[in-house]
């Protein structure tokens, strides 16, 4: 296995969660950039679901997969039809043919009733309106692990982890689409293309990031919410903002893969009480976070907290203005192309 402990260096992202406005537009970016063969129109390397929500693949933390201590925890491969959710057909031949002119024309509609899709429950969250009702959105691709279970999982050797900048990447030509890495990742980013019969994922927008430009996922999002750099770069937005101010945070760190996207968890707003008073808890449950960072999302709210009530007051706050992006070029540590579009 091939780990971070020998990978000379390593490419992460951050993204700030309060930032996100679910318009798809990195998902959209890194699919017509990346991941547009037939046998991967299910699939999305980068997807934006709604918390608390199912996600995609619907219910993905159920799925299982993991390593513990060596040992590969194969979870199972989800399902096209009710986990990943097909894409579905629209009468576009049907409207095509139509004549066009008044009531004869047939409406753009799906070839049989949806009852299952990748966003299904979109917008949707939880609480009651208007006390305490909330949801957020949770952008996710590959983590990059340091100790990638999609790697350790593979008997073909066919998956690496790059020794200069960790990236972690499927070679096809090895691949035999045996699965087991969809099995074993937690966080079901590895996926199977069904015509070629070989597995795909994110490839941090390798040859992007190879001639210093940042990836298409953080390029194009208009909410500049990703920052992305080099973990040990000091002077960089990543360390800033994971090992500096410690308010980014893995997913689910109880993986324990050691994931290299990190966000800045949600703030919300408080609950309200039944005469429409504000109390003291937020409206997103901190416990509800905590199952998703694990404990230090405590730590990173206060910090958060703090921080904003400085910018409040007058007072200068670096991690605020960090956050803010007002100049976009510090979210990419990546050098002076970091921002072209390719
Ligand atoms: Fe592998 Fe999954 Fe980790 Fe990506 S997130 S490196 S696919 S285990
Ligand atoms: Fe897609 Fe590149 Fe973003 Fe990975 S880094 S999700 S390949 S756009
Ligand atoms: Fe969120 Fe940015 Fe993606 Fe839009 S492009 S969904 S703002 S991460």
């Known amino acids: 296995m091939v780990s971070q402990e020998s990978a000379s260096r390593q490419i992460a992202m951050v993204l ?15 699919k017509k950039l990346w991941n ?19 996600g995609y693949p619907r219910d993905w933390t159920k799925i299982g997969g993991r390593t513990e201590q060596g ?33 004869g024309k047939p409406w753009l509609r799906p070839d049989k009733a949806p009852a299952w899709g990748a966003n299904w429950d979109e917008d949707r969250g939880a609480g009651d309106y208007p006390q305490d009702n909330h949801y957020f959105y949770l952008p996710r691709l590959c983590n990059h692990c340091t100790h990638p279970a999609c790697l350790d999982a593979c008997p073909r050797s066919a998956i690496e982890k790059r020794l200069e900048d960790g990236i972690v990447l499927v070679d096809q030509d090895r691949c035999h689409g045996y699965r087991f890495c969809v099995e074993a990742c937690p966080y079901k980013k590895v996926y199977f293309d069904t015509e070629r019969q070989v597995t795909t994922k994110c490839i941090f927008c390798l040859p992007r ?36 101010f410690k308010v980014a945070l893995p997913l689910h760190p109880e993986f324990g893969l050691g994931p290299n996207v990190f966000y800045v968890p949600p703030m919300s707003p408080r ?14 449950p901190t416990d509800y976070l905590v199952r998703l960072f694990g404990e230090d ?11 904003r009530a400085k910018r409040r007051r007058g007072e200068t ?20 192309r970091a921002r072209e579009v390719l």
Request: with cysteine; aromatic share 8%; charged share 30%.
């Open 16 to 30: 700030d969660l309060n930032k996100c406005i679910g318009c798809q537009t990195c998902t959209i970016a890194c």
């Open 297 to 307: 999302v405590r730590d990173s709210l206060a910090t958060l907290e703090d921080e």
């Open 209 to 244: 990031v190879e001639e210093g430009v940042a990836p298409a996922c953080a390029r194009q999002c208009p909410g500049r919410l990703r920052f992305v750099g080099y973990l040990d770069d000091e002077k960089g937005p990543i360390w800033k903002l994971v090992n500096g």
């Open 271 to 284: 609950k309200l009480d039944e005469k429409g008073r504000p109390t003291g808890e937020p409206r997103i």
């Open 317 to 336: 706050s670096e991690l605020m203005d960090l956050l803010i992006a007002y100049d976009w070029n510090e979210n990419f540590a990546l050098g002076p």
């Open 36 to 54: 547009k063969d037939t046998g991967t129109n299910y699939a999305y390397w980068n997807n934006v679901e709604t918390l608390p929500g199912t």
């Open 71 to 103: 040992e590969v925890k194969a979870g199972r491969i989800p399902n096209l039809d009710d986990e990943y959710g097909r894409a579905w057909n629209f009468n576009h031949e049907e409207v095509r043919k139509g004549s066009g002119k008044g009531e």
